[in-house]
């Protein structure tokens, strides 16, 4: 069995975590002249050195204008309360833990949203009855950059009330950009009006969307089921334009879907190279069975099929025994290669974002490795 390399993070105790191997579930060969996986090391915390603590989850990094990144949900902002949405900027890409954040008052106070309050929403909740509810906009599927410094957002909106009950409304669409006459790269968000899908349709965007060409694809649930769609990437924005993955091409009629991955809770499609030319498009994620398994897939064309596998089972470090989700994968990472890759899943409360990088055995790990060996013996 192999096992996590851990080192530990000033002040808290990483504990390691096994990678599940067997003969129903071994990664090796997996995939037809594919990599196994080699190491998984736990990095700890995003969380940059002598900042104050901040417990939140989602974590779903993006790059605008060559800047990294990094989105939360809800954002427990110790005694100041909770902040539904909140980001991060990551200087460094060698260095993924160090996040830093842009605004706020304080080891103690209050992150702004980046997507906050129309003024219908403030009165709604300034009413009899609604005073103790609040409403959380969480943006899963990360933003996607249109040009540079500039990109979209699809968040799920929803109504929770003060034991924690959650009442989603649907999915809506923001811009999101960055000031271009700062260096500090402080992001705004401009919401469009109203709401793009409603809470009976597949939420498309809020699962993971991406940018290919000129064209923008976006996944979304109805229930577990996950779906596919499609848009012009200059017209986000309005709905009759999108198209839908039927399982054999793309249609105008949104009930005429067919999912294309099944039980999924969240994760992340994207492009990388690592497993060669004939299957460029992976998946990162977890299912809906709270079992903390890390899920990649990988397929030759977005649509699928795709196969997707376990790879390893997460553990957290407040809780190391408890439910982690929220599983993605950061693909700008520095130190990514063609044997790498950067997984991030939450911790939840008082937990955070956990960061690790997975080491897969390939050709040229191997090459590497025994060039080391052949240096050390001469």
């Not at 002249?33 to 915390?45: D, T």
Request: aromatic share 12%; hydrophobic share 35%; net charge negative.
């Amino acid at each position: 069995m192999s096992i996590f390399h851990s080192p530990n993070r000033p002040g808290s105790q990483i504990p390691n975590v096994a990678i599940q191997q067997g003969s129903d579930q071994g990664y090796s060969g997996w995939i037809p002249n594919g990599p196994a996986v080699e190491h998984v090391s736990m990095l700890g915390y995003v969380n940059a050195p002598d900042d104050p603590f901040y417990s939140r989850d989602i974590g779903r990094s993006f790059v605008l204008d060559g800047r990294v990144y990094m989105l939360y949900g809800d954002t427990f902002c110790n005694d100041a309360g909770v902040s539904s949405n909140t980001y991060q900027v990551i200087p460094d890409r060698t260095r993924p833990r160090n996040a830093y954040y842009l605004s706020g008052n304080g080891p103690t106070g209050f992150i702004p949203p980046l997507i906050d309050l129309n003024h219908e929403e403030i009165a709604f909740l300034d009413m009899p009855g609604n005073k103790q509810k609040r409403i959380a906009f969480w943006s899963f599927g990360g933003v996607v950059e249109i040009t540079p410094g500039v990109g979209w957002t699809w968040y799920q909106k929803h109504i929770i009330s003060p034991g924690g009950a959650s009442q989603l409304d649907g999915v809506g669409i923001a811009r999101i950009s960055h000031n271009k006459h700062t260096y500090t790269g402080e992001l705004s968000s401009c919401r469009m009006p109203g709401l793009l899908f409603g809470s009976g349709e597949p939420l498309f965007g809020s699962f993971s969307a991406l940018a290919e060409g000129h064209t923008v694809y976006l996944w979304g649930q109805q229930g577990t089921d996950v779906f596919l769609a499609r848009v012009p990437m200059e017209n986000c924005q309005h709905r009759h334009l999108y198209r839908y993955w039927n399982g054999k091409e793309y249609v105008s009629n949104m009930h005429e879907a067919a999912p294309i991955l099944q039980d999924f809770q969240q994760g992340q499609f994207f492009k990388s190279d690592l497993f060669g030319p004939d299957l460029p498009w992976l998946f990162v994620g977890v299912t809906k069975w709270a079992d903390s398994l890390v899920m990649l897939g990988s397929a030759s064309r977005l649509e699928g099929p795709w196969d997707v596998r376990p790879l390893f089972q997460a553990r957290g470090i407040t809780q190391p025994n408890a439910y982690q989700y929220c599983m993605y994968a950061h693909p700008w990472y520095a130190d990514q290669s063609k044997d790498t890759l950067l997984v991030s899943w939450c911790d939840p409360w008082p937990g955070g974002v956990i960061v690790a990088e997975v080491g897969f055995k390939t050709s040229e790990s191997l090459m590497r490795r025994n060039s080391l060996v052949s240096e050390v013996d001469e």
